[in-house]
């Protein structure tokens, strides 16, 4: 699996992995700063996949501010089942028509928390190497059970500023993709308030694309840390709390139908605790 792009593999998988260590510090800092104790630290577990390479779960439970909280770093490789080379080919991937071998790394992250006022959120980026294309996707969207106005204008904003600086055109693009994306169509509305989303990146600038990606993450903990410091505190009613489980189920019934990573990360042999640690902790449907 030797090409001129192994170093660039290596740069991005360092990236992300460096990332996942960043966010996990933040987050076990968060639950530290709210008198947890030791308790409020992350389990982490090394993960396989079938065929070729693994990564690292992180998954914290029972905190006070995360209910439960899963930072994923991955790094695979190998050849693509028939279904999935076939709906990559339909997507326009190059290269998946004729040769089924891939390699890919990313961050996953998903965070549901224990008060109701502050809200849940998804990110991830990855790269994708197949032997026609090296490619970058990921972005983050913000998924409040009860909305604060500013919260979400704070949430775009900060992601509207890493778009921003790369491209003019990427937020206006990437947002209208997050709207479309995390829509559920048998519920006829969005999952949450959106955020940005981008897949199959690759202008013919590895590079900028790379660096772009980086901004993506990068951006991350200062969209979302804040809401969080902000809201924990905020009292809430057993109503409150029947909102959230009730919105998790949403989520739930988001990740398991159309998440793209899901399928993807089950029908390529990950390990299944790993793919499916998006799932809420609880979760109501009426």
């Known amino acids: 699996m030797t090409d001129h792009f192994d170093s660039r593999k290596a740069r991005a998988a360092a990236w992300f992995h460096a990332l996942r260590d960043r966010i996990v510090a933040a987050f076990e800092g968060l639950e530290a700063a709210h008198g947890t104790g030791p308790q409020g630290r992350f389990d982490v577990t090394p993960t396989t996949r079938d065929g070729g390479g693994g990564g690292i779960m992180s998954v914290m439970r029972g905190g006070r501010v995360f209910e439960k909280v899963g930072v994923n770093f991955s790094e695979v490789h190998g050849e693509l089942a028939p ?9 326009g991937v ?6 089924p071998r891939f390699w890919a790394s990313g961050i996953s992250l998903v965070a549901h928390m224990v008060n109701p006022h502050a809200p849940a959120v998804h990110m991830n980026t990855r790269m994708f190497w197949t032997p026609g294309a090296a490619w970058f996707g990921g972005g983050s969207d913000l998924n409040p059970c009860i909305e604060y106005a500013e919260d979400t204008m704070h949430f775009h904003a900060t992601m ?6 790369h491209s003019p055109d990427y937020y206006a693009k990437f947002k209208a993709w997050a ?3 995390f829509f559920i169509p048998h519920r006829g509305r969005a999952r949450g308030v959106g955020g940005i989303f981008y897949d199959d990146l690759h202008t013919g600038d590895w590079e900028a694309d790379f660096a772009f990606t980086q901004s993506v993450g990068a951006a991350f903990l200062p969209a979302f840390q804040p809401l969080v ?4 505190a905020t009292p809430f009613t057993e109503a409150d709390r029947e909102v959230q489980l009730i919105h998790r189920g949403l989520y739930a019934e988001y990740n398991l139908v159309y998440d793209r990573g899901t ?9 299944a605790n790993a793919v499916l640690m998006s799932l809420p902790p609880i979760a109501k449907w009426t």
Request: net charge negative.
């Open 229 to 232: 410091e902000k809201r924990t």
């Open 263 to 271: 399928k993807f990360g089950l029908e390529t042999g990950h390990d």
């Open 160 to 165: 509207q500023g890493a778009c921003d600086a």
């Open 83 to 91: 279904r999935a080379q076939k709906a990559m080919a339909a997507r």
């Open 179 to 181: 709207d479309e994306y």
């Open 94 to 99: 190059p290269g998946m028509e004729a040769d």
